[in-house]
Each structure stands twice: as structure tokens, then as C-alpha cells.
């Protein structure tokens, strides 16, 4: 399951943008196997800088491994929130680059 899988990150530090508390974006494996999450990103606001650029996007492969009859299974390689995370900060850091 996808837990607040669309979502806007309106509060912000230098050069980080952050979801409100409660309302971050995780994902739970129920089942061992391979995921390939994809992040869609698009601003709200023009970009001074790069008025055409408007949507970045970036995926990664997940590997869950355990008995998925169990108490659910463990991630292996990149955690979920953890990898998650860094593709939200790579397809920010692209954005600003453009």
C-alpha cells in the first residue's frame, strides 16, 4: 500500500522542500517481490528561470523480501521511506538544475 500517495510539500528549509507532519508519502510492501516506485513531481509556479519546465519524474526498483504471510515483509537494498525520500530530493535537485 501507498500511504498519501499524492501530496504538495509547502514547507521548506534552504534548498529542501518538506511534507507536513502525518502527511508524508510511505509505502508497505504485503508481499515479497520487486516494486518499481515512480516519482512524478510538478510545480505549481512558473520557474523564472525555465518557464517551460514544469514536471521531473524518477524511478527506482524495490526488493522486498519474507514470508508475506508472516507479519508482513522486510525491504532489502534501499528501505522504502529511505529510497522514497532520495527520489523526491533527485527529482527536486533536477528540477533546479533545469
Known sequence: TIKHPRGSATLSTPYNYHYKMG???EFSPDQAGSYVIKVNAKL???DDLYPDKQLASAQFTLTSEGD???AGCSTA???SLVGLWLML???WAIR???
Do not use: C, I, P, Q
Open 77 to 79: 537494498g534501499t528501505g
Open 23 to 25: 502527511r508524508r508519502v
Open 96 to 98: 533546479r538544475r533545469r
Open 44 to 46: 505549481v509556479f512558473t
Open 68 to 70: 508475506s504471510a508472516a
Open 89 to 91: 530530493g533527485l527529482a
